[in-house]
């Protein structure tokens, strides 16, 4: 039984270790205190959306939406959660939430 903990504990102390390894390497980016004001923008590049969707039971439903979704242009990423009736949506802040929801509806699925 010590043996175990022991080889636990080793393995532990080796993840721990890699992983300060590898954010030591990619220290995060400091801003750019040059950069020009006047080119930035208060827009964001992208949104997330979340939708209550009903009728969804199974991963053949999380598929159909995640695919009629993704063929959206201004889509980046799809996420559904049966259990929590949801789908989290990440997109271009100029594409229509209606189109999103219509998307969804045409497939079948309830949105209250």
């Known amino acids: 039984m010590k043996r175990i903990i022991l080889f636990i504990l080793t393995i532990a102390v080796m993840f721990t270790l890699t992983a300060c390894e ?7 980016t400091e801003p750019n205190e040059t950069e020009d004001p006047s080119l930035t923008t208060n827009q964001p590049d992208t949104i ?8 969804m039971t199974c991963d053949k439903c999380v598929n ?11 889509i980046i990423e799809v996420e559904v959660d049966l259990d929590e009736e949801s789908v989290t949506v990440e997109h271009d802040p100029e594409l229509d939430i209606d189109l999103i929801k219509n998307t969804i509806t045409k497939e079948g699925y309830n949105i209250p």
């Open 22 to 28: 590898e954010d030591s390497q990619n220290p995060a």
């Open 48 to 55: 997330k959306t979340e939708l209550t969707v009903w009728s």
């Open 64 to 74: 159909k939406i995640k695919k009629a979704l993704s063929e959206l242009d201004g």
